[in-house]
Structures are given as structure tokens and as C-alpha cells.
């Protein structure tokens, strides 16, 4: 209290009772700070919630079309020589592949150079590279050195790279290699010297030490060329990977993967168990306990459950499967999902393309599911989404009143200070007048 004298004249601890009466009006602050606390820790269930779900979206979107659910592994019996990479609509089955030529990039070197940043040691001119039926003409200046000549090659061409050489000759130690970026015959690099002029300096020679050219592997027996090392449309879904020349054939072997399925549905059920445990956790309530969860007295976590229910309990496909428990996947009594691996391994086996047709395509259950989510965790209109959205805007209100009612205390605190400095004030002139008073009366005290 800057403008008290704290009672020192009344004897009364003025800054106590003034903290008492501010502290009275700020319980209306406190039940405000209560709700907004409220306020945030219902937001942050929602976001988790919304987060859970998402998450279950993406699970259910990894299994909405037959490429993305089946799954499918390659091997190679010789690793180090073919690679093999495979994706859901890969051809199942054996292939011996035999790689008789990698794909290579162009590299041509130059004859002996004699420094690298005297000016003019080359001939002055212009230098033309070719490539992919594109000639660019790099200018050659008579104050330009070996290296001013590598730096306007690589700003000049896409596609290639020009650097320096040290060859540790006496006299030319320097050349100037001139190589293609990409593989395959396409790329190939052609050099022009003619457009230098030889009484201005050093006119260079090149050798191709390295021809542009593409893949040569045997598929099957049948010869399948590319461009770079990775093979790919030689069969559908898979990717050859050719590392070294081959003598002989390797085998690549390329197989359903049963487990790789497995793990996407059990995705799935473990995504909607923890969206669900999440609804469960914050709608409890025990009042004995003083549990009370975010989702107390909220309607929105009900019907995202309902939903989720109502559209896993629906018939889908055409086929023989038109319910999950066909594939393994059933409801536990609190809702939570339990896949049955035997049951999925067996409809596999059995049934794949039912499987597939059950749970992909337009009409399958993953999109159905995924729609469903999309109502909920949609940016613009997801039911979710939209309440904390609302939330936000009524915790941003309830922090513009708490702020409003600081001030109002604040403004209370000031003018009760005030008023007890006057007081103050008011009985320090008293006791002033009071003491004139005594010395203006008679001593009794002597008779």
C-alpha cells in the first residue's frame, strides 16, 4: 500500500483488512480461473481425441485400396548383386534376373594442362557440350583460368559437372573432366572443341574414358534395357536393382507377406482401442473418488462412439465375408477391437480376394470408417475439430473477463487504500486538535 501509513496512527493493520476485502472480491476471479482451467483441460481431450483418431484414419487409409492392404515381400538370393523392392500390386512369383551391363554416365578427360589459375592457358573461344540433343556453348575469355573455365561449365550446363584433375605430371599435371550427372545413353556427353582458337592458348583434347549408356539386364531370358540401375516395369510392382555384372541368373523371389497384412489390421484395432480408451478415461465419473473426466456432461464424445459403432456393426461387401468377425476382428464388451489372427490368417488363405474386396474399394470398410472419421476430425466441418474450435474462442473470452476483473480489483485496491489513508490522515488532524485542546485547559493536577 503505497499511499497508507498502515495504520500507524489508528493502530489498526489497514493493509490487512484491505488485503481481506480484495481477497473477498477476487473468489469471483478464482471460480473464473476454475472454469477456464476446466475450459483447457476439455480442449486438450478433445485435441488428443481428435489426434486418436487421425491416427485411426491413417491405419484405415493404409488398407483402403488392394495395392495399399496387400502386402508384399521380395528376396534375392544373391543381395549384393540384385536388389529387389516390391509394392501392393507386385506379380507374385520367381524371376532370374542376369545383369550383363550397368548403366553408366559419360566422363571425358582432357589432355595435360599445364595451371590451373594462369590466365589464358587455354585457348580462347568458344567451348560447345551436347547434351540430350541440347549444345550449349561455354565462352572462354583470354584472362580466364582453368578453374574460371570449370566454374562457368557447371553454371552454364544442367546435367553436368566439370572439375579439375591433378595428375602430378612435370610439366601438364592438370586436366579437365568433363562428366554427365545422369546414367543411361540418353545422357551422353559430346564435346566440341572447334569453336577455340588455337593461337591463343592450349587447345584440349578429349577422351571418353567412361560411355553414356544404359542397363543391360536379362529378365526371365528376355533383355530389358533402362536408363539407370533401377528396373523397373519388367514386371508389375517390382523394382530390380542391379548392383554388379552378373555371370549367372539370381533368383528373385517375390511372395505374399500374410504378416504384413496381419500388422495393418492389428493397427487398426489398436488405433480404435486407444481413441476409444481416451473417450472412456475422460467420461468418468465418481464422485466419492472426486473423478470428474473432461468429457463429463459433453455430448460429442457419445456420438463419436456411437458412430464408430454404428458404422463397424454395418454389412459390407458382396461376397461371402460382409462382417468383421469374419476376418477376425470382434467387439469386447467396453468396445475395444480384438483381432483373432487365426481366424485372419485363415480367410487369407482362403478367401484373399474376398478379404481384399471386404475391406478395399469404394464399398469396403476401411473408406466407410475413414468417411465416418472425416465428419469428425475434418479442418473446416469435423464435429471434433468444430468443439475445440468453440472451446478456444471460450477460453480466449473467459481470459479477456479474468483480465477485465484484475483491473477491476485492481482499481478496488487503490481506492480502499486511499480512503483509509484519509481515515488515517483524518484521525492523525484529531488527535493534533485534541492535543491543542489539552494545553489550552487548566492544570487541575497541582490543587
Known sequence: MANSVGGLVSGIDTGAIIDSLVGAAGRTKSIMQDQQDRLESRKTAYATLGARLETLQTALDAVSTPADFRSVTGRSASSDDVGVTVDGDAVIGRFSVKVNRLASASMDVSSGISSRDTAG????????LTLGGTTT???IEADDTLEDVVENINSSVDGVTAYIMETGDAANPY????????????????????GLDAGTGTVPTFSNVNAAADAEVEVNGTLVYDDDNDIEGA???????????????????????????????????????????????????NPDEDIKG???????PRNVMNRLQSALSAEYGSGALSALAQIGLTSTDDGDLELDTDVLSDALADDFSGVVGFLTGDSGVAKALSSVIDGMIDEDSGTVTGRVDSLDDQIETMT???????????????????????????????????????ALLPDTTSE
Do not use: C, P
Open 137 to 139: 556453348a561455354v565462352t
Open 400 to 438: 479477456t473477463r479474468i483480465g477485465d476483473y484484475e483491473e477491476r480489483l485492481e482499481s478496488y485496491r487503490t481506492r480502499l487504500e486511499k480512503q483509509f489513508l484519509a481515515m488515517e490522515l483524518a484521525m492523525a488532524k484529531f488527535q493534533s486538535a485534541e492535543s491543542a485542546l489539552t
Open 235 to 285: 514386371v508389375q510392382g517390382v523394382t530390380f536393382h542391379a548392383y554388379e555384372t552378373t555371370s549367372a541368373a539370381t533368383t528373385v523371389t517375390v511372395s505374399r507377406d500374410d504378416d504384413g497384412m496381419e500388422a495393418k489390421i492389428q493397427a487398426i484395432a489398436d488405433a480404435w482401442n486407444s481413441a476409444m480408451s481416451q473417450i472412456r478415461a475422460q467420461r468418468a465419473w
Open 294 to 300: 473432461a468429457f463429463v456432461g459433453e455430448s460429442e
Open 121 to 128: 592457358v587455354m585457348a580462347t573461344g568458344s567451348l560447345s
Open 175 to 194: 586436366r579437365l573432366v568433363i562428366a554427365g550427372e545422369e546414367t543411361g545413353a540418353a545422357n551422353a556427353v559430346t564435346i566440341d572443341t572447334s
